[in-house]
């Protein structure tokens, strides 16, 4: 199942040339090349410790690349590491809204940090906490709802500003099936918004779900097109497979 | 006895592994030490004086001279006015002030007898007391000097100090400083060490082991009471070379007062952390604990027969007090267990006490 | 600026809801105040004091009822030798023992000039050096009387007044440090403790993304705590007053000026802190470090006159000082500002300081 694809201006959203992260004597990231086109819901794939959370932490502003180029939304990582800013969502791999504040407190906050008006912060989060069934809750602390619920929330403020891009790292981690469905859900009207999205996930299932996908092995790109694509070229009939197939030799 | 060993062993390596964290864990209280036996005095001396002279003549020039040849003042200022003094005070100039008259030498010569007034900025009393002394003999001194109608009598006074007889107040603090210092290593080292490990988990693995809640206490204090008792050793060296501190009882009855302290403060922050489950509380209850009680009820700094009753009762339960007393017992008078068995038992029941109620507090803490 | 308040807002309620957090903003402090007020005093009950009369004249036995009389001392035992005030002294029960030689009155009739001893338990520390002025004081008075009548000689008359305190109150001067102690650890810690919690749940990264710039992310993240510091100070300077009665004879809008401009540099120490540090408990620690080490060198508890000439200069550094000596010179001494134009300089130049460096430090990227 894959979502409808889009066709948007012609710059890629996100593009990476040769992008690469040393820590000492280990290459994190290995002269990574990939591009993310514009409304495309794209998959990051790859295992625990591929690679895949430093290379989005470079794209995000939040680490400085040891090598290659990259820009995301028109800008260069390298010197214009505020502005990427204004124009993405992040959602971290940690869940890091305030667990003691409320989700309507968490929206408002992320709210004003973004420059929304008072009135966009309101109508907003009313708007999220329907949409996402949290009105009972809405004033409760974060800490009380249970973990799916909690990254719904924290992928919806990731969403309130209404950024152009916005990245999620391994945003299903330890959350039930149903859930993850009704996740990738919010995942969909979001792109079909025109939101770039650039997803994490160590679930190969997932990878069904997205336009194109790329998938990490030890800090390089190992395959990299749509499901179908890959699947046809690499003969096999699911993600995970290639996946086995491309992680063995590593 | 073999898991107790293994057990000991594990510590030991993890100890050892970490050479950074045992460097700055010893260098710390030599450091503490260094700082605070330098800093932490009472003795008077070159206190800043401001003399108001309304008048000068030969006598008071004299006078003069006689404060500014003692050890005991250093003249900021001289001044014509008396209202002078209060911004002198005020700005922290002067600590004291003497006032001298108009006329002093006429007054003198002919026996009417002068008036002297000496001001001390009484905002710390304890200064204050001294100030007014050391002035007033420096003024009879100079009274002695002058040649006079009738005959004085003088009862001098010589005076021993005993047991610190260079009066240098860092030989009181510096054993007080000692206890400061090991109890803040102590209590941390075990509120750290335990606490960490039950946050991570591994207290359930040494719980399901054959060891009993007694066994694992003795084998995570042993390793800190060896490193606690290296930093004893380590202090009492500075405080005899740096601080030239006397040491005229036993050494070894010291070190053993040591490590019976330390032991009593290691227990103390087992005792702690079974009573919490965040590392953050621990360490704020090991320095609510530790660093208030030790620096105020041990006596270290403030003599505890000058505080309230209540307090002074409390202060009974601080380990802290008990071997600040043993410490400047031992180094500065000399004496050894026949005058300081009852210090030395109660500090052993404390240690006895607060361990037997840490392996008590352990085993249901985590059930 | 908006995003700066926006912040703030939020960590107000983090602070409210943390029940941790209110109980180190609310109840330590006071209990630290109660407690610290209590202890913190060199005052002197009665001194205890042997006699030692070899004479056993009326003279010296006029000299004994002196020192009885006087109100100071406290005599806890006569005897004709040497030995058992020894003895008394090495258990420390007596502070003083005064020694009268078998030729005293002899001495006096011939040569009007005699000896005494006196023994001092120098142990006492500064109470050691009070009782001996207080027991020099005594002797001056009874040699001048024995003198005799008032002859036409020069005689001064030395009266002595003391400032600001009269009544020789410790409180008065402990407390206003007292509350400096108070909102320096309240400052620091809470700023180190709660970036260095978001560093370790990962929230703080979540702010790195944001467009926020270190400017705000500062002023939204200090303000709060800038806010509560003087809120502490309030509440503890009213306790201070109520309970204690200690002076308020300068302005209370300069010392909140003061604190103001303070807060800032304990605020930056402890963003400076959190930059190093990676975890909460790691940030309590160095803090508590750090705090341990101004406070006990900043004239808190004991003088800076009487530091080590290099340890007195090293003080200048310490912030803590300056707003101590401020503290004490506002409210005591009815200090203006024209009178606490250095210190206050100092603190600012720190503010700018260390507001600074805290904010050049502070990486959105890591590098």
């Given at each position: 199942m894959s979502g409808p694809s889009k066709s948007g201006p012609t710059a890629p959203a996100i593009e990476a040339v040769e992008l690469t992260r040393r820590f000492g004597a280990f290459t994190a990231v290995d002269r990574i090349t990939f591009e993310v086109r514009?409304?495309?819901?794209?998959?990051?794939?790859g295992a625990n410790g591929a690679g895949k959370t430093t290379a989005i932490r470079m794209l995000t502003g939040l680490l400085t690349p040891s090598g290659g180029t990259a820009r995301v939304a028109g800008h260069d990582v390298y010197t214009e590491g505020e502005a990427i800013k204004r124009s993405i969502g992040y959602m971290s791999q940690r869940f890091s809204l305030y667990e003691d504040?409320?989700?309507?407190?968490?929206?408002r906050l992320y709210g004003g940090i973004y420059d929304l008006t008072t009135t966009e912060i309101r109508e907003r989060t009313s708007t999220l906490l329907a949409r996402l069934g949290l009105e009972a809750v809405a004033s409760r602390p974060v800490r009380e709802l249970p973990l799916g619920w909690r990254q719904k929330l924290a992928l919806s403020v990731a969403l309130l500003h209404r950024p152009s891009i916005v990245f999620l790292d391994e945003p299903t981690s330890g959350v039930d099936p149903v859930t993850r469905r009704q996740f990738w859900e919010l995942i969909y009207e979001a792109a079909a918004s025109g939101t770039t999205v650039l997803v994490?996930?160590?679930?190969?299932?997932?990878?069904?779900y997205c336009d194109r996908l790329s998938i990490m092995v030890a800090g390089r790109i190992s395959a990299i097109g749509?499901?179908?694509?890959?699947?046809?070229?690499?003969?096999?009939?699911s993600i995970d497979d290639l996946f086995v197939r491309l992680a063995r030799p590593a | 006895m073999t898991p107790l060993l293994a057990l000991l062993r594990k510590e030991a390596y993890h100890i050892r592994r970490d050479r950074r964290t045992l460097a700055v864990v010893l260098a710390l209280p030599v450091v503490q030490v260094l700082l605070f036996g330098s800093a932490i005095r009472t003795d008077v001396k070159q206190a800043r004086l401001a003399i108001v002279d309304q008048a000068p003549d030969e006598a008071t020039l004299v006078l003069r001279n006689r404060f500014a040849a003692s050890d005991a003042f250093r003249i900021v200022e001289v001044t014509p006015r008396t209202s002078d003094l209060d911004r002198l005070f005020r700005m922290g100039k002067a600590q004291a002030g003497v006032v001298l008259p108009v006329g002093f030498a006429g007054d003198l010569d002919d026996g009417a007898g002068a008036s002297v007034l000496i001001v001390v900025d009484a905002t710390d009393p304890n200064i204050g007391s001294v100030l007014h002394a050391y002035a007033e003999a420096v003024i009879r001194g100079f009274e002695r000097e002058r040649p006079t109608g009738r005959r004085p009598v003088q009862i001098a006074a010589t005076t021993r100090m005993r047991f610190n007889p260079t009066r240098e107040s860092s030989n009181l603090f510096v054993p007080g400083l000692m206890a400061f210092v090991l109890t803040i290593l102590a209590t941390l080292m075990t509120a750290i060490s335990l606490t960490r490990e039950k946050e991570s988990g591994t207290i359930e693995a040494l719980l399901v082991s054959p060891l009993r809640p007694w066994s694992i206490i003795v084998g995570k204090v042993f390793p800190y009471l060896v490193i606690g008792a290296v930093a004893a050793l380590l202090i009492i060296v500075e405080a005899r070379l740096v601080f030239h501190v006397p040491l005229r009882g036993s050494v070894v009855l010291l070190a053993a007062e040591a490590v019976l302290f330390i032991l009593a403060s290691l227990a103390l922050g087992i005792l702690v952390s079974t009573r919490t489950s965040s590392q953050r509380v621990a360490m704020m209850m090991a320095m609510a604990g530790t660093m208030l009680p030790n620096v105020l009820l041990?006596?270290?700094?403030?003599?505890?027969?000058?505080?309230?009753?209540?307090?002074?009762?409390?202060a009974k339960a601080v380990p802290g007090?008990?071997?600040?007393?043993?410490?400047?017992?031992?180094?500065?008078?000399?004496?050894?267990?026949?005058?300081l068995w009852k210090e030395t038992l109660i500090l052993g029941a404390m240690a006895a006490v607060l361990l037997a109620a840490s392996a008590a507090a352990f085993r249901p803490r985590l059930e | 600026m908006r995003r700066a308040l926006y912040l703030a807002h939020a960590e107000l309620l983090h602070v409210v809801r943390d029940r941790a957090t209110l109980m180190q903003v609310l109840l330590v402090p006071l209990i630290q105040i109660l407690i610290l007020a209590n202890a913190a005093t060199f005052e002197i009950r009665e001194t205890s004091l042997w006699i030692v009369d070899l004479d056993r004249t009326s003279a010296s036995r006029a000299l004994v009822n002196r020192f009885a009389a006087s109100g100071h001392f406290d005599i806890v035992g006569t005897t004709p030798s040497l030995e058992a005030a020894n003895d008394s002294l090495l258990r420390g029960d007596t502070t003083l023992a005064l020694v009268i030689p078998d030729n005293f009155e002899a001495q006096l009739v011939r040569t009007r000039r005699s000896e005494v001893e006196l023994v001092v338990n120098a142990e006492k520390g500064a109470a050691a050096g009070i009782v001996q002025s207080y027991a020099a004081t005594i002797l001056g008075t009874y040699a001048a009387e024995l003198a005799g009548p008032a002859p036409p000689a020069p005689r001064i008359d030395i009266r002595h007044r003391n400032r600001y305190n009269a009544t020789l109150n410790y409180r008065h001067y402990m407390v206003p440090g007292i509350l400096v102690a108070l909102v320096t650890i309240i400052g620091t810690l809470l700023t180190a403790q709660n970036i260095a919690r978001e560093k370790e749940f990962g929230t703080l990264e979540q702010l790195n993304v944001t467009p926020i710039t270190r400017g705000q992310f500062i002023a939204g993240k200090l303000v709060p705590f800038w806010g509560l510091g003087l809120v502490e100070l309030a509440l503890g300077l009213t306790l201070g007053v109520l309970v204690f009665g200690i002076p308020v004879r300068g302005s209370v809008p300069l010392l909140f000026g003061v604190a103001a401009l303070y807060l800032l540099v304990a605020l930056?120490?402890?963003?400076?802190?959190?930059?190093?540090?990676?975890t909460?408990?790691?940030?309590?620690?160095?803090?508590?470090?750090?705090?341990?080490?101004y406070l006990l060198m900043s004239g808190l508890f004991t003088p800076i006159d009487s530091m080590e000439p290099w340890a007195q200069v090293l003080t200048q550094l310490n912030p803590v000082r300056h707003f101590v000596a401020i503290s004490r010179a506002i409210l005591v001494k009815g200090a203006g500002l024209a009178d606490i134009l250095q210190p206050l300089s100092i603190l600012a130049l720190f503010a700018v300081v260390v507001l600074t460096s805290a904010v050049l430090q502070y990486r959105k990227r890591a590098a």
């Open positions: 514009h409304g495309e819901v794209f998959g990051f794939l504040l409320s989700p309507r407190e968490n929206a994490t996930t160590h679930y190969m299932d997932e990878a069904e749509t499901p179908a694509e890959l699947k046809r070229q690499h003969g096999v009939s | 041990s006596g270290f700094i403030f003599p505890i027969e000058s505080m309230p009753l209540p307090l002074q009762v409390l007090q008990w071997f600040v007393t043993l410490a400047r017992g031992i180094m500065l008078k000399g004496i050894g267990l026949e005058y | 930056g120490i402890g963003l400076w802190i959190s930059t190093i540090v990676d909460q408990q790691q940030a309590m620690f160095v803090v508590f470090f750090i705090v341990n080490i």
